[in-house]
């Protein structure tokens, strides 16, 4: 697999109108629009606010990146996979995106915002989900016995056969107001 390292693209676009195969180490990023990405891996990279409008995302790691802000719902829908590994996506939005070939492992989450996202046959492992929003939102099965933080509203997500801890139940309580001791 071909490599690109320390690249800083935050006052240019990446010169190709697709990649596939290629590992990104250490690069920044800030727009990506229009880019398709097929089985490529970004490692270490800042792609914090960068724009992905139309952008294809098929495959793809990122492992230990900073993707604050990233808007992942003006993507191209179709093959949308992506497996995120110790990342920080606070502030990420994946409104209406369908996630289903997506894994969330060792991530923190604050803020994004999952409106109306089918993540129903997502893999989650040890993710914060601290004030992330879910309205709408189709969680049927998944397992949220590693992660923490969420407040998920039962009434307004379809959560049949999520799986969570007990401990955790305060999250899907909080909109009825009620003490839990």
């Keep these: ?5 320390n690249a800083d693209f ?7 109108s697709a990649y596939e195969q290629i590992t990104f ?11 398709d990405f097929i089985d490529c891996i970004f490692k270490n990279c800042n792609l914090s606010n960068a724009l992905l409008k139309n952008c294809k995302v098929s495959d793809i790691q990122f492992i230990n990146c900073k993707l604050l802000g ?7 829908d179709f093959a ?13 939005i994946f409104e209406r995106k369908k996630l289903n070939k997506t894994t969330f492992s060792k991530c923190k989450i604050h803020g994004a915002d999952f409106t109306q996202a089918d993540l129903s046959k997502c893999k989650l492992h040890d993710c914060d989900f601290w004030d ?21 509203d039962p009434t307004a997500n379809n959560v049949k056969k999520a799986k969570f801890l007990s401990s955790d139940l ?4 909080t909109r009825f107001d009620i003490i839990i001791k």
């Design 1 to 5: 697999m071909e490599s690109i390292n």
């Design 10 to 16: 935050t006052d240019r676009k990446p010169s190709e």
């Design 25 to 35: 180490n250490n690069c920044t990023f800030s727009d990506l629009s229009g880019i």
């Design 70 to 76: 990233v808007n992942f719902s003006e993507t191209k």
């Design 80 to 92: 949308f996979a992506a497996r995120f590994e110790e990342c920080i996506l606070d502030y990420a």
């Design 132 to 152: 992330a929003v879910f309205d709408n939102t189709n969680l049927a099965g998944l397992d949220f016995t590693t992660s923490k933080n969420f407040t998920i």
């Design 170 to 173: 305060a999250g899907l309580l």
